[in-house]
C-alpha cells in the first residue's frame, strides 16, 4: 500500500486529493495547523495537527515512513503577498525547504507541489506552455519559483523526485457533494459569483472591464477540483514508477473571462447576479490559459469536467449545501 503524507490536507484542494488517495487504495496521513483548513473536511486517513514550520513536528510525523509527499500548505493570496512578503517567503519557501530537509533526513524521495501559473508573470504568448519564460510579477509567484528551482537543485545534488504541478485556476467542488471551497476570507470569483447569486453577498464585483479581450474582462482557465486531483494521482503513479522530475501546466486550455462565469452561473442557478464594475486587480494579466499538453501526452491525463457548466453546478451544489 502507498503510503502518502499530504501536508495541509485540510484545505481545499487538499481535502479532495485526501479523499481520492484514501478512494484509491492508498494509507493517507494529513499533517494540518489548521490555521486556514478544516478539520471536518478531512475526511479520511490519520490527521495529525500540526504546524509545519515546527522540526520536531515534522520529525515525529515523517517517522511514520511515507512513500511521497504531497503539499498543498502556503499561502495563496497574490494581493496579501504584495502587503505582507515576509509572511510568504516564510512560509512557502522557508517552511517548504524544512519540510524537503525533514523529508531527506526521513529517506523520502518523492515530492509533488502546487505550483501556479503566476511563476509565469505576464504572457508573452498564449496559451501558455512549459517552455514560457517564468518571470513572476508578485511575491507569491516568486516563493513557487523559488521552490521550483529549489527541487531541481535537489534532484541533482540529493535524488528528489519532485513533480511541480503548476494550477491555473482551480474551481469546483467534490462531485458527492461532501467537500467544497471554504477560503475565509474568500478571494476566488466563482465562490464569489455564487455568493452574489445565493445573496449571501450583495453583489459581485468585476475587477475591470477595459482589458484586452473580446468582453473586456479577464480571462482565465478554470480547471475542477476532482481533475486537478486526478493529475496529482497521476504524478503519483509516475513518481512511484521510477519516472525522473517534471513540471506540468494544468489547466483546459479553454479560457472564460469574468463576464462569462457571471452568465454560466445565472444559467446555472436561474438566479441573478447582481454585478458592480470596479477598478483593475493589481497584478491581474488579461489572459491566463494553459497548454497542458504535456501532461497528457506523458501521463495520460484527462479532464472529466472540463465544461464550465459542471464545475459552476458542482460549486453551485456545495454553496447550497443545507438550503
Ligand atoms: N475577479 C473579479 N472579482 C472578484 C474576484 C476575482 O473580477 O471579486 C477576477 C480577477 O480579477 C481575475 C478572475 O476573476 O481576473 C479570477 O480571479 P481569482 O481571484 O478567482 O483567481 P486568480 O486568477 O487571481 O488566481
Known amino acids: 500500500m502507498t503510503m502518502v503524507l499530504v501536508v495541509g490536507g485540510a484545505g481545499y484542494i487538499g481535502s479532495h486529493m485526501v479523499k481520492m488517495l484514501d478512494q484509491r487504495g492508498c494509507s493517507v496521513t494529513t499533517l494540518d495547523d489548521l490555521s486556514s483548513g478544516h478539520r471536518d473536511a478531512v475526511l479520511c486517513g490519520d490527521f495529525v495537527q500540526g504546524d509545519m514550520a515546527d522540526p520536531s513536528v515534522l520529525d515525529a510525523v515523517l517517522s511514520r515512513g511515507f512513500d511521497a509527499v504531497m503539499h498543498f500548505a502556503s499561502f495563496i493570496q497574490v494581493g496579501e503577498s504584495v502587503q505582507q512578503p515576509a509572511k510568504y517567503y516564510q512560509n512557502n519557501v522557508v517552511n517548504t525547504l524544512g519540510l524537503l530537509d525533514a523529508m531527506r533526513a526521513h529517506g523520502v524521495s518523492r515530492f509533488i507541489f502546487s505550483s501556479t501559473a503566476a511563476t509565469f508573470g505576464e504572457p508573452q504568448y498564449s496559451p501558455i506552455d512549459e517552455q514560457h519564460p517564468q518571470q513572476p510579477i508578485n511575491p507569491y509567484g516568486r516563493t513557487k519559483l523559488m521552490v521550483e528551482q529549489a527541487l531541481a537543485d535537489y534532484d541533482r545534488a540529493y535524488g528528489l523526485k519532485s513533480v511541480c504541478l503548476r494550477y491555473f485556476n482551480a474551481a469546483g467542488a467534490d462531485p458527492e457533494g461532501q467537500l467544497g471551497e471554504r477560503h475565509e476570507p474568500e478571494t476566488h470569483l466563482i465562490p464569489l459569483v455564487l455568493q452574489a447569486a445565493s445573496g449571501r453577498r450583495p453583489h459581485i464585483g468585476v475587477f475591470g472591464r477595459d482589458y484586452d479581450t473580446p468582453d473586456g474582462t479577464c480571462i482565465r482557465d478554470y480547471i475542477h477540483i476532482e481533475d486537478l486531483c486526478s493529475a496529482h494521482w497521476l504524478a503519483l503513479q509516475s513518481l512511484m514508477g521510477g519516472a525522473g522530475s517534471q513540471a506540468y501546466n494544468l489547466g483546459n486550455g479553454h479560457g472564460f473571462s ?21 477598478p483593475r486587480r493589481a497584478g491581474d494579466p488579461a489572459r491566463l490559459v494553459a497548454d497542458a499538453s504535456l501532461i497528457r501526452q506523458q501521463l495520460g491525463w484527462q479532464p472529466k469536467f472540463a465544461d464550465l457548466d459542471t464545475i459552476v453546478a458542482h460549486a453551485w451544489a456545495w454553496e447550497s449545501r443545507g438550503c
Open 258 to 278: 469574468v463576464q462569462e462565469v457571471i452568465d454560466t452561473a445565472e444559467r446555472v442557478t436561474g438566479r441573478k447576479v447582481p454585478v458592480v464594475n470596479e
